[in-house]
């Protein structure tokens, strides 16, 4: 290896320990950096480890090769290839025991000098090295030397003197005689012992690959290739060699020899090494000459039918372990995707670990996995009922859930949807109450609108405003006493129409909340209810809600001190209560006690502290807006109300822009932010059908949440959901896309098949009698010509199953009687996209639970296998 790049061996047996084979041989021991195995004057390799030289050789001069014994005993025995051909059994001075001594020292001359390129020891029968050398007029090229063979003299060698060695040995330490001559004629390039039997040795000769049984040398299998340098088996895949030409990798499988199974990406430079990784299964690295990167190749295979021919799938990549150009490389042999390369011009030496390519995948049901090296790693979402409250759980998990629960389908009491997505949410409650009030309205039929009235309420606030006309200005006395108010409040059929979508009023003019003040009470909204009956100007109505707040259970008694104060309310404007009041109000912590002293001490149309406190719920601001602001005041707060909620995606603004396209604006927000596509899709179809349905954005959020639905295998969902679409949305329903047509004359069997009368004669024309239940369809109502027969029961289809001899279970035999219907699925058409065989779904089912190819003699189609889906179970399936 003089003049030529060093390379790097590591000890069969200790971990710890590898030789840099250059003009010398070089012992060097590998440790973590500050240990006491690790002096002074020691190499460091990585940040983590530092080699120390333990010993150096240099009386093999003129190395061209070397090999490193594979057995324990005698410790650091290498075989050295030299450029005369000779094969010398050096030590690195580990071992003193007989036997070492018996070998260090002993050559094994050929017949005639030439250079020896290649050696390998045999891993099984360790005494047989195995030497390539080049070629040499009709001599063997393949020596395969016995290492415990003794001297037998001949005058031929006796003449010829170790001519390239400056050591002088003995003679009796020289052998001439090899155990087997192979490889007559030819030149050998690269040698390697088969793993899978030891008697078998694979060349890379001149020109071919060769594999030699040393129980029979006459003969030989080879196969004719330029891929011939660097042969090396796979140790996780005995039937897997590989090998190299100039820039190219050839794959080859031992099984079938006849080429390489793989060709891998050709380099601009020829390759200098390829080597299998001793710790992974299907890891191939190459270095190309002059370069400071080596090449990855992963050989994945996917699992495939048994006699399915497909290549192993390749993942290519690149990794730089140092800066200069890699003189050679060598895997550890037991750390996993470890590595020391040694550089070419000044020999430094790099301990390197090579990083497992990690792959990520996300299950449909919110498990993440992700595997590296050995280790697969599952990340589930924890569902324990104390992590609830910290972490919230995500969207994919709530949709799946609420979709489990049938949310979005209840039609009739449309707020009910809340309670179906499990009742936390105060959007999704807010949202739906919003949907079941324009519900209301729009069913109502007292209620008079100018123009479509669905379209009408389903506008939203902003827009129904926006025409108000007739308002009238009123001020009304505070409710029990004579006390006149100077408050004004204005009044419209849009505002009533408004306070009626905020839930305030119900049918009828007149505004009477009381209604609503009760259902607050059931629900514990004490401060709620006290807000509303003082804006209605009931205050007598609010301190009796507060009193009752504060002696219900669990009730809070500081609601007693609440409607004391309230109680003290005078309308002069340098009370001493307005003062305290004014500036008090703001530690109150319930925002609707905050903004019932905030109406108390503001000035006519300066209602800020009510309409702007951001804790109020929107409908309650809205409510109280279309009560006391004028009508130049009243859209200009709707506007802007509107934009904050379209900014923030907040579903409170639904109320105000209706589903209209502001309202698909503030959905695409919420949407956005929450990533909820499935109450988008829902809350969209509620809309009377129009330009918004057609809008993409809706297009897509129903796309996508039918394709979640199919992604968690909820068919059965994802069809209740297309129903409950084309019953609000008919332009969804899609037209007939596949139907059977007769293979003569081209019309729809189907469609003439679904339009035949069921009762009296219309059957006997086909040749059908007996009941509709029980009738048969097996020739084309357009030119009678007959179906295709079944493959299995070679019945024309249109045969009922049940009718068919031989046919499957007793069972299958009640779902027929049960089924009153013209054609149920068993006795479907059914066919393979790939081969055209086809017959009774029933029948096909039936067949394919136990075999896997077509039952058409001769056809060789694995129909079943073709469709990824087909032996997949609904996870909705009852």
Known sequence: MSGSKPDILWSPHHPDRYVICDSELGLYRIGPVGSSETKAGTLPLSEETAATLLAINSDTPYMKCVAWYPKHEPECLLAVGQANGRVVLTSLGQSHNSTCKELVGKEFVPKHARQCNTLAWNPVDSNLLAAGLDKHRADFSVLIWDISSKFSPEASVASEKIRLSTVDLDSSSVVTKPLYELGQNDACLSLCWLLRDPKLLLAGMHRNLAIFDLRNTSQKTFVNTKAIQGVTVDPHFHDRVASFYEGQVAIWDLRKFEKPVLTLTEQPKPLTKVAWCPTRNGLLATLTRDSNIIRLYDMQHTPTPIGDETEPTIIERSVQPCESQIGSFAWHPSSQNRMVVVSAANRVMTDFTVFERISLAWSSSTSFMWACGRHLYDCVEDGAEGVDSVIEKDIATKMRQRAQSRYGHDTVQVWRNHLLAGGSDPQLKSLWDDLFYMKQCAEDIELKLQGNKQSVVYSGIKNIVKTSSGTTESRRCWSGSDRQSDVPRYHSEERCLALRLCGWISRGPDIDVEIFLRSLEQEREWERAAAVALFNLDIRRAI??????ATAEKGDLNLNVVAMALSGYTDEKSSLWREMCSSLRLQLKNPYLCVMFAFLTSEPGAYDGVLYESSVAVRDRVAFACMFLSDAQLPRYI?????????????????????????????????DRTGDVQTASFCMLKGSPGEVLKDPRVQCWIENYRNLLDAWRFWHKRAEFDIHRGKLDPSSKPLAQVFVSCNFCGKSISYSCSAMPHQGRGFSQYGVSGSPTKSKVTSCPGCRKPLPRCALCLM???????????????????????????????NWFTWCHNCRHGGHAGHMLSWFRDHTEC????????????????????????
């Open 796 to 826: 024309n289809m249109g045969t009922p199953v049940s009718n068919c001899p031989g046919t499957g279970k007793s069972d299958d035999k009640v779902d027929l009687t049960r089924e009153n219907k013209l054609a149920q699925f068993n």
């Open 855 to 878: 039952p058409v003699s001769a056809c060789t189609c694995k129909c079943m296998q073709l469709d990824t889906t087909g032996n997949l179970v609904p996870s909705d399936s009852s």
């Open 639 to 671: 506007d802007k109300l509107t934009n904050e909620m379209k900014e923030a995606g907040n579903l409170e603004g639904i109320l105000l822009t209706g589903l209209t396209k502001d309202g698909v604006d503030l959905m695409e927000s919420f949407v």
């Open 544 to 549: 009796q809600i507060l009193n009752k707040g």
